[in-house]
């Protein structure tokens, strides 16, 4: 068997250091010698991506076991409240690791390059290295604030004084009860061991540390200066070792049809962080992990035929958005894939295997830094036989220096037949405007956006049919319940019916659209004689959107009006979209708007849109909105313009947005939605194949004539009828809350739209049937069955059905402020 030199021999030999500790110290790290004044030796570690190329499995393996260590060490309900923060320039992929080992915390890492525009929510000083000044710059400027447990990651923890400068500064500003501390490995010397319990003392905190490995570094008397001289001694001979003799040498820039890095355009998602440098959050993640597999496939399809090793090279900085993208390329392609990144660490390279640092290329700083020009550095990548090298730059970096005949990319192209570019933009959080723009955009409408016709409906919403969203069930419900996430941050993997299922819709749309089409032409009389004779209708999206397109229909069947209709975002716990409201108090006289859902199950967004409208008039001025909904179906009892109050199957909420005009759910997010913006949606182009959403329209609004003569006698009765609201849906869910010990209004979703919704996007404990319910339930039944959800018979049960939630699985629990209840 090949004996394996450890990379620390060398420097071990001649500088009389000694690496004591743990045994697997030796495999996590090596020694190179630094060209640094305050330090002579440097611990290169060979699992952190950095210095040494490494499988980008392993390196993520590591940060992620360490995340998993502080989840134990925390217990659920701290490492829910945690907030990690990272270390520039080594430990910002590291730190990220942990985060995502931690589970749900969101993550910072400080960092070196000031942002203008964006407040500084502290700094500090790192005393060993050569580039010392942090700051920390959070878009949000409460991720700091709150109690939780604070985790800081480095990649080794040695005297300590970084760490205790940072949680002195962070304590003065945001004081907390427990911190821990992260690192690949501890490596006080016996003078330090203390220091850190006697610090937890001084602020009267709790100070953990988590480490993989522990041992120390003892160092003769001299080293330091011993070390400067093999520096000087060394550095006139430096050369750059070349491993395969028959490649050229020669300058890239100087090769002949030498054609320059070839771009991969990765697909990023819109609005993205880069990484932590202004916080990333569990949401962020998801977004994160729904996109890779696609760009990794976009890389792998432009590596070279053939390539046997190859290598993904972050940049400085940005370590975890080119370690997940090399990771996911590992699991698509069959080349050996390695993962490293560039530096500002100026280190000595020598080509001996007792070593750590074999070669070194050195180029220009290509990011426009702060500090100034200097060098920057790539280590052990010359020589290493890697077929094709991607680097991966933020687009800060993405500059005419990297593309200069001594830049980076050069540099790589006299070591590799192939270099590849990728580019992930740079994320610069949005300055607060301090004017409001004098114009709001026009709708949209379908084609372009919506299946829908484009006189059926305006949307008043953003396109954000480019960002990835989409989130498994499980997952996304988990970020909510951290707290860390809204609901309306992110969006249910759509459901796909099943052919079956597809089939129950169809049967149930033929039972009850005479019913439905007799519903509309009520509610739409009510609309006409109570409310305005020339409505604007407003659906609440999107639910209410295919229920305003038919009374729509109706009217103009009915009376010859072209109603304008619009449909607009309404978001528990945030309120109605205010710049659709200006809008419409723009173009329209607010007296005449009529906001149209589908159903109300408790009345729950009744209740919202009252005190959303109520907060919109006192904060603009702008008065005459109604916040009364007319709605299809009330079966609650909550409003009083409504179609019927019966609780019966209204095909549109089997599905989702293959009938609501290929639309999403809206989404609210202030890393995409502006303060001046309208909220966004996507539209599922790629889903037209299953749409029903004109099928729906049309197959209703086949029998307006038909009910003409009832629809119209039913309004005239329901005009003469006292329809105050009597919240009795209200009362009922109360009750059913404490009969089955949940204590939660906001576990408890009643009628037959609320249940499926419950069945499609939430994780449903159990069914509420009422006894002999029949057809109306079918959907549900099957829904409930393909979940493996129990359904239970009830008598005197006042809906047709109601969904509920366990509030010991909260996982799918979101109460009246759209984020997780927890009991």
Partial sequence: MKNVVWTGTWVAERLG??????????????????????????????????????????????????????????????????????????ATGLGHCVADGVGLAPYLHSTRRPVPGVETAGGFEESHSHATSHLLLPENPALLAGAGPLVLVDDEFSTGNTVLNTIRDLHTRYPRDHYVVVALVDMRSAADLG???????????????????????????????????????????????????????????????????????LGWPRGLPDGGRHGFTPGQRIRLDAALPAMAARVAEALPDGARRVLVLGFEELMYA?????????????????????????????????????????????????DGPGERYAYNVAGAGFDAVVAVVDSAADTPALHAPDGLLAQLAEHTPSVLLAVVPSYVPARPSTERPSMLPEPLRGPAFSSYAPDEVGWLLQDLSDVTLEAPTEE????????????????????????????????????????????????????????????????????????????????KHRHGLDLPHYAVSIVRGRGIDANALRWLAAHHDPADVVFVDGWTGKGAITRELTEAIREFESAEGITGFDPEIAVLADPGSCVRTYGTREDFLIPSACLNSTVSGLISRTVLRSDLVGEYDFHGAKFYREL???????????????????????????????????????????????????????????????????????????????????????????????????????????????????????????RGATGADGRAVTV
């Fill in 17 to 90: 250091v000694e690496l004591v500790g743990d045994e697997k110290l030796s495999d996590l790290l090596g020694l190179a010698l630094r060209r640094n004044p305050r330090r002579a030796h440097l611990l290169v570690s060979n699992v952190l991506g950095k210095h040494v190329p490494q499988s980008p499995s392993v390196v993520y393996g590591h940060g992620f076991a360490l995340g998993r260590r502080v989840r134990e060490l925390l217990g659920a309900e701290d490492a829910r409240a945690a907030v990690v923060l990272g270390y520039a320039e080594t």
């Fill in 195 to 265: 220091r850190l319990a006697e610090f937890a003392t001084e602020i009267g905190a709790r100070v953990d540390l988590v480490a993989a490995a522990r041992g120390t570094v003892n160092l003769p008397e001299g080293v330091l200066e011993k070390g400067q001289a093999l520096v000087a001694q060394h550095e006139t001979t430096e050369t750059t070792r070349t491993t395969d003799t028959s490649r050229t040498t020669e300058p890239a820039d100087s090769r002949p049809g030498y054609p320059g890095a070839a771009r991969v355009e």
């Fill in 322 to 370: 080119p370690l997940r993208l090399a990771r996911e390329l590992e699991q698509v392609v069959s080349a050996e894939v390695r993962y490293s990144t560039t530096t500002r660490s100026p280190v000595l390279a020598l080509d001996d295997p007792g070593y750590a640092i074999r070669t070194r290329l050195a180029f220009p700083a290509h990011d426009d830094p702060d």
């Fill in 476 to 555: 996304r419900e988990e970020a909510i319940q951290s707290g860390g996430a809204h609901y309306a941050e992110s969006l249910p993997v759509e459901y796909q019916p099943s052919p079956q299922y597809q089939e129950l819709f169809q049967t149930a749309l033929g039972t009850s659209a005479a019913r439905i089409a007799q519903a509309v032409g009520a509610v739409t009389e009510l609309v006409l004689a109570e409310r305005s004779p020339h409505p604007v209708l407003v659906s609440l999206a999107r639910a209410g959107t295919p229920v305003g397109v038919l009374m729509r229909r109706w009217a």
């Fill in 688 to 810: 037209a194949g299953s749409d029903v959403s004109v099928d729906f329209l049309d197959a209703v609004a086949a029998h307006f004539p038909d009910v003409a003569d009832a629809a119209c006698a039913q309004a005239k009765e329901l005009l003469a009828t006292d329809r105050t609201p009597t919240w009795e849906g209200w009362a009922a869910v109360e009750r059913i809350s404490e009969e089955y010990e949940i204590h939660d209004v906001n576990l408890v979703k009643p009628g037959v739209g609320e249940t499926t919704r419950v069945l499609l996007r939430r994780v449903p404990w159990k069914i509420l049937a009422r006894a002999g319910a029949g057809a109306d339930l079918d959907h549900v039944r099957l829904l409930a069955q393909q979940r493996g959800v129990l359904v239970e018979e009830v008598d005197e049960l006042p809906y047709t059905c109601v969904g509920l939630i366990h509030p010991k699985y909260t």
